[in-house]
């Protein structure tokens, strides 16, 4: 079993849809990151949190520590977030990160 | 651009020919990790640098693969005697130390495929 588990593997909406996808992880963590990766390869940052919720824009991440779940929430879906959103949890004193396989979102218009 | 590069972006090799990838950290940052990703995968931990200092290797770094970051600046990922097995995209991002969490910022990755 790995030790990042995201679901759904892959997500296909129309766009404005709210869209939901849910991390689960089995090891104790630093912090847990939401990152977007585009083809080609590029990853970008879009939330490093430890506790709670934080939103930028149309993204809301959320973290329930107790039960070891994350989600992140797009709001109001646009064909640009077309992407694949991978979920990453740092450990340890180095902070290496341990990675989710990744959800693929396809958001047509 | 102050963003993490690394070069080259692409690299296609023959089997047991010797690479060597080049990245550039955020130039204040004293943290550079190294990650491969396979077609289809989340990234994998490859190994990590404070400043000069390698600290940390994974398993997955087999004695034919080395890395160094001379200086504390730029680091270099070497792969000998290449295989087909190493195709994947090598992924190097940095970070700053400070009290708090440690975001990490990715470099465009370099994409190995080897023939």
């Known amino acids: 079993k790995n030790e990042v588990e995201q679901s759904p593997q892959n997500l296909t909406a129309q766009e404005g849809e709210f869209i939901t996808i849910n991390c689960s992880y089995s090891?104790?963590?630093?912090?847990l990151h939401w990152l977007q990766q585009h083809p080609g390869g590029g990853i970008v940052s879009l939330f490093m949190?430890?506790?709670g919720k934080k939103k930028h824009g149309r993204l809301i991440a959320t973290i329930n520590i107790q039960e070891k779940h994350s989600s992140l929430h797009i709001t109001a879906s646009h064909p640009r977030d077309s992407a694949v959103y991978i979920c990453?949890?740092?450990?340890?004193?180095?902070?290496?990160?341990?990675f989710g396989k990744g959800t693929k979102l396809t958001v047509n218009p | 651009d102050t963003g993490v590069s690394q070069n080259p972006r692409h690299k296609i090799t023959k089997r047991g020919q010797n690479v060597t990838f080049r990245c550039d950290p955020i130039?204040?940052?004293?943290?550079l990790y190294w990650y491969r990703q396979t077609l289809g995968q989340g990234p994998e931990f490859l190994t990590y640098?404070?400043?000069?200092?390698?600290?940390?290797k994974s398993r997955l770094l087999s004695d034919r693969f080395s890395a160094e970051r001379p200086k504390g600046s730029f680091s270099t990922l070497e792969i000998q005697r290449t295989e087909q097995g190493d195709s994947a995209m090598y992924l190097c991002?940095?970070?700053?130390?400070?009290?708090?969490?440690?975001?990490?910022?990715f470099g465009p990755g370099t994409r190995l495929t080897v023939t």
């Open positions: 990453a949890v740092g450990q340890g004193g180095s902070e290496k990160l341990v």
């Open positions: 949190l430890s506790s």
């Open positions: 090891v104790g963590i630093s912090a």
């Open positions: 130039s204040e940052h004293n943290r």
């Open positions: 640098f404070q400043n000069e200092a390698q600290l940390e």
């Open positions: 991002a940095s970070s700053l130390v400070e009290q708090g969490l440690y975001e990490q910022y």
